[in-house]
């Protein structure tokens, strides 16, 4: 048995954030929206000792040869030692014999991109087509590659951005200005990026929540993607009390982890309230946004799916391109 292994380098030359990935996961919600995935519930192990999670993520496409199986940390006491505080790695698995293809040693590298891609997925069918000023509120790895898949999608004059750390929101003005054609500001709070954005994601790993409901406006979206643990929360329940439209990832799984799942404690969601997720609206079957005034939300918490979808076109890729190590016998 012969196992294909990948590094990061060889990982980063075939997936970027690009129209085809974009495409490629849309795909991947189609399908989990028709049935056509098997999706098992997320395993999370918690290290608090180390401020630390570490969560399995997986998910079969039915009639595909393959599916991924991934192991992705999170460990935020890493910055005081200088590392990255998300790290990974991806396990191709055949569909038809069980045994593993492929190791994509992609570093949380994939993670990023895939969850990036969701977010820009969410705007093309949620934020209005027309925007001017786009908000994030967390200054990491993530607010990076959610301002990318926002500019796949959608053009726009300004960001403005807040985090805790003024160094690292620094730091980020400077790189996205690089990046982008693009006026890349500080906020003063996370209040006044609601106030003044079009769109608004969030991006940090907040246990306490911070936006309000009366920062919301008309026209505006709202993509929040911090949440994807039960301790987790960046809105006030109150927040979807204000929303035209509310559409998740996977309802069994934002019930549990999500915004949605703290919503739902409080009493603002109920079992009446109308929740669509993202493939249903990707696939035809419900309609996204319907006008300029609505106020929509989208609760993201990642969806395997994601991670067989970008796994699949990085090694196909790579095979393409002859990249990657085999060992076994």
Not at 66 to 80: M, P, Q, T, V, W
Not at 307 to 329: K, S
Request: aromatic letters at 6%; glycine letters at 10%; hydrophobic letters at 40%.
């Amino acid at each position: 048995m012969l196992v294909k292994i990948l590094n990061e380098a060889e990982i980063r030359r075939c997936v970027g954030m690009e129209e085809e990935a974009l495409q490629i996961v849309s795909e991947g919600f189609t399908k989990l929206a028709l049935g056509e995935v098997t999706v098992p519930p997320i395993m999370r192990i918690d290290v608090p000792e180390s401020n630390g999670e570490v969560d399995v993520k997986t998910a079969y496409i039915h009639g595909l040869e393959n599916f991924a199986i991934k192991i992705a940390s999170g460990f935020l006491e890493n910055r005081s030692l200088g590392l990255a505080t998300g790290s990974g790695m991806m396990v191709l698995v055949s569909a038809k014999t069980g045994r593993p293809e492929a190791v994509l040693l992609d570093n949380g590298y994939l993670t990023d991109v895939r969850t990036g891609i969701a977010g820009g997925i969410a705007a093309k069918h949620l934020s209005r087509e027309n925007i001017t000023i786009a908000g994030v509120i967390g200054s990491g790895m993530q607010a990076r590659f959610q301002l990318r898949g926002l500019r796949l999608v959608r053009q726009f004059q300004e960001l403005l951005v807040f985090g805790i750390d003024p160094q690292e929101v620094d730091q980020y003005v400077r790189d996205m200005t690089r990046e982008f054609d693009l006026s890349v500001k500080a906020a003063s709070s996370a209040e006044q990026v609601v106030r003044e954005s079009d769109i608004v994601v969030t991006t940090t790993p907040s246990r306490q929540p911070y936006l309000k409901a009366e920062w919301l406006h008309p026209g505006q979206h709202i993509t929040c993607m911090g949440s994807d643990a039960e301790h987790k929360q960046e809105l006030y329940p109150q927040v979807f009390s204000q929303a035209d439209l509310i559409v998740c990832d996977l309802r069994s799984q934002v019930f549990r982890l999500g915004e949605l799942h703290h919503a739902f404690d409080a009493g603002v969601v109920t079992d009446r309230t109308s929740v669509i997720e993202l493939g249903d609206i990707i696939c035809g079957r419900s309609p996204g946004r319907t006008d300029d005034q609505q106020i929509t939300i989208c609760d993201l918490t990642g969806v395997g799916v994601q991670d067989t979808q970008i796994a699949r076109l990085a090694y196909q890729r790579a095979a393409a391109l002859g990249l990657g190590l085999e060992i076994g016998g």
